[in-house]
């Protein structure tokens, strides 16, 4: 199943910042220069292929998968990471309501630059 970014609501960074809080911090940390939890570090997400982050060991799925992170992959992903990535180490269940997605990404292009 794959849907289109350019079908999604208008995105909240606001409300992504919450989404994130809640949902990804506890893995992930979104500014350039931060560290890596149990996820790698989000700096520079947008335009970086999946599997790439130097210091942090990926599963071989996610090198292989060869993304490259923007709007729409970012959109279909966080649906059901493990679906989307077959193999994924990310533990994450997926954000089905296309709104959530919508504001994550607002926030993740704001906080990851």
Known sequence: ???SFADAPPGDAAKGAKIFKTKCAQCH???????HKQGP???GLFGRTSGTTEGFSYSA??????ISW???????YLINPK???PGTKMVFAGLKKPQERA???????DSTA
């Open 1 to 3: 199943m794959s849907e």
């Open 29 to 35: 940390v979104a500014e350039k220069g931060g560290g």
């Open 41 to 43: 570090n989000l700096g």
């Open 61 to 66: 799925a996610n090198k292989n998968a060869a």
């Open 70 to 76: 923007g709007e729409d992959t970012l959109y279909n």
């Open 83 to 85: 679906k989307y990535i």
């Open 103 to 109: 504001d994550l990404i607002a926030y993740l292009k």
